[in-house]
């Protein structure tokens, strides 16, 4: 048991600090930002599948409730094989300190989840009430588009039951139709990817361990592909140079951009638009797809090798 705890540990600290800084400098990514969300998905659940089994084993070990419950229709060999009852003194501690982890993080996901909820029912609030107001007699709009009386030209997806898609009239007045219809699948690209429960996700991660190198390069990156991902959605059926066009129409009042992360990630986005890269090869997409889903089965492989050697 020792040596799967110690497998475990170490299997989740190379995912959360050498592996993620690593896939945090490649380029490659950005050529695929579909794939490199899933590459970083499944990296964030290897490391909290390690942590994970880890807790449960070191819980079998330190409390025998728990190891009845867990082993109580196990084979002899396979408890023996574990070696649970004659754990080091040290695992104890790691146990407590893991599950003070998944404690810590339960709450963090707990809190996210009720403050984006918050905060979707507050921006609806807001909606309401700028919304313009029909003519008498007409109904009020249910559909998924509402348009917004507003100066400045912007457009956004706002998730919930019922999503809308909103675009306000600086918008429909300074792009052409093809941006409008750029945008308008930019959005909904977003969507259909559920990019919203990703970055709630990734920002409640980064938020509850600000120190953790996966966590904080994880909620950067999801912010940058999701971007790209939903530009690559928008280019393939409006064009690249029209979805560029759009995002400088759409940012001009900004100044192209306000905030220096805000600058750069849109210098990147019309850059990539105007120059596409070339894109990764379909036997390199379907090695890094494949390897990125093998790996969270490591930390199941790990906790269940000494059972699955002692029935053999």
């Not at 120059?275 to 797809?289: G, H, M, N, Y």
């Amino acid at each position: 048991m020792t040596s799967c705890l110690l497998l475990l540990c170490a299997l989740g600290l190379a995912a959360a600090v050498p592996v993620a800084r690593a896939l945090n400098r490649a380029t490659w990514p950005e050529r695929s930002p579909v794939l490199g969300l899933w590459v970083w998905q499944c990296l964030v659940a290897t490391a909290l599948l390690s942590c994970l089994t880890a807790l449960v084993l070191g819980m079998a070990a330190g409390f025998r409730t728990v190891r009845d419950h867990l082993f109580g229709s196990a084979p002899s060999g396979v408890v023996a094989a574990y070696q649970l009852s004659s754990a080091p003194a040290w695992t104890m501690a790691l146990t407590l300190l893991m599950a003070a982890g998944a404690a810590w993080t339960a709450a963090v996901l707990v809190g996210q989840l009720r403050a984006a909820r918050r905060a979707r029912g507050a921006a609806r609030a807001r909606l309401r009430e700028r919304a313009p107001e029909l003519p008498a007699g007409l109904p009020a709009g249910r559909g998924p588009l509402l348009v917004l009386e507003e100066e400045y030209p912007d457009a956004w997806w706002m998730p919930g039951s019922p999503s809308r898609l909103v675009v306000t009239t600086g918008a429909l007045r300074r792009l052409t139709d093809r941006q409008l219809d750029a945008v308008l699948t930019h959005e909904r690209g977003h969507a259909r990817a559920g990019h919203d429960w990703l970055l709630q996700l990734s920002a409640a991660l980064a938020g509850g361990f600000p120190k953790v190198p996966l966590f904080t390069h994880f909620c950067e990156q999801t912010h940058r592909l999701v971007e790209l991902a939903a530009d690559d959605t928008a280019a393939r059926h409006c064009g690249h140079v029209t979805t560029a066009l759009a995002l400088i129409e759409l940012n001009q009042h900004r100044g192209v951009l306000s905030c220096a992360t805000s600058r750069r990630l849109l210098d990147d986005r019309v850059n990539r638009l105007l120059t596409p890269p070339p894109t990764l090869r379909p036997r390199q997409r379907t090695r890094i797809a494949i390897a990125a889903a093998l790996a969270p089965l490591l930390p199941l492989l790990i906790t269940f090798a000494p059972g699955i050697g002692a029935l053999d």
